[in-house]
């Protein structure tokens, strides 16, 4: 690391740790879960899940993965700087006067809509485009009347060039849930009614549904950042962030003070409290107050009082004093507790706490080349 570098992550108040081996090592688990001919895409949208997409994109390439995922036209262009070959999809689809941006950077759009695989097929005839179909999430993607609408004016279709045809399920986390057979059935007999076209439903947690739910491609986001995609069962991905910050003082209190903002937290008896240098404004949201966890040296220690903007407090009563002293790190996120134990605790799931991850950590690239 060059020391201008090195000084940066020293006196940075909280340092994250990104581990490009485990992505690409999440990228392969999740190859080795499809059958060889079925594709592997890359969701890399909201630069990468917070991960950066400058340095992750290009792991993946290098991994094999020549498919990304995008959701803003924005993030695609920026990705295309990166990637100069890969094919990037949008997934917001086409939005008014962003046709010439598409056609320039080669991306191709999700057309979410009738009016748009009009359009795309009237000012871009024969240029690749993925056809959304919604089947029960009423989100994105043409309704059952728009997909009938389609076959029964075949040429609306015939100037596109389909380079994929794709749906979305609702339910995926949830295995046993009867949406999503339901969605795959919708699926099937829009695909029927629709030319050929390589056929995509499955992310994260739709590939562990089983080979019904794969496809032609299959398109994960979330579990190559080592979210867990079987929610109550034992995570099958590998962790690819630590979160490591400074404590920046320690203090004795009394029996009966109280910690933080609103005084929610009064201690019981004389106790020690560590303030780090993490919070709100870095992504620990302010909801997991008075909840969750650090470790300092392997140990746990609780949050305590309220998370504020810069700051959050620990009961580091139970540690020795050479442990818990100023200067001293806490990991906030590790192999033990991850971002799905930490989003837990403020009472969200994996995806938000990931993607809000903060601006002012110091970042450090593992395995980047
Ligand atoms: C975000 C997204 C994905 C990826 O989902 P994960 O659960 O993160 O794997 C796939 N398809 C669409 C349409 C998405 O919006």
């Avoid at 598409?102 to 809509?113: D, G, H, S, T, W």
């Avoid at 794709?166 to 009614?193: V, Y």
């Amino acid at each position: 690391m060059p020391s201008e570098r090195r000084a940066a992550v020293a006196r940075a108040g909280a340092i994250l740790e990104i581990d490009l081996h485990a992505v690409v090592a999440n990228w392969r688990r999740l190859k080795r879960e499809v059958a060889r001919t079925v594709r592997m895409a890359a969701v890399i949208k909201a630069d990468a899940y917070g991960l950066g997409v400058a340095q992750v994109a290009p792991a993946l390439a290098r991994a094999g993965c020549d498919l990304f995922f995008v959701a803003s036209l924005d993030e695609g262009l920026a990705l295309r700087k990166v990637l100069p070959k890969a094919s990037i999809a949008i997934l917001d689809g086409l939005l008014a006067g962003g046709d010439g941006d598409f056609v320039r950077a080669r991306l191709v759009p999700v057309l979410n809509e009738l009016g748009q695989v009009m359009r795309w097929g009237k000012t871009h005839p024969y240029r690749p485009a993925i056809l959304h179909i919604d089947t029960g999430m009423e989100r994105l993607g043409l309704s059952r009347a728009e997909v009938d609408r389609l076959t029964a004016h075949p040429t609306l279709l015939a100037r596109i060039r389909l380079a994929a045809i794709m749906s979305h399920l609702a339910c995926a986390d949830e295995p046993g849930h009867p949406k999503n057979p339901e969605q795959l059935a919708r699926f099937r007999a829009s695909l029927a009614q629709l030319p050929h076209a390589p056929a995509s439903l499955a992310s994260s947690s739709a590939i562990f549904l089983g080979r019904d739910y794969h496809f032609k491609i299959v398109r994960p986001g979330a579990a190559l950042f080592g979210i867990n995609p079987l929610p109550g069962k034992p995570n099958p991905m590998r962790a690819t962030v630590a979160l490591r910050a400074k404590i920046l003082q320690v203090r004795d209190v009394d029996a009966g003070a109280t910690v933080g903002y609103g005084a929610t937290h009064r201690m019981e008896r004389p106790s020690r409290i560590a303030t780090v240098a993490v919070g709100y404004a870095d992504g620990w949201l302010r909801s997991a107050s008075d909840r969750g966890s650090a470790a300092i040296a392997g140990q746990r220690v609780p949050v305590v009082g309220r998370i504020s903007m810069d700051l959050l407090t620990l009961d580091v009563t139970a540690i020795t004093a050479n442990r818990a002293k100023p200067g001293a790190y806490v990991d906030l996120l590790d192999d033990a507790y991850g971002i799905d134990d930490a989003a837990e605790a403020a009472g969200t799931i994996g995806y938000e706490m990931l993607t809000l991850l903060g601006r002012r950590y110091a970042r450090i690239y593992r395995g980047a080349r």
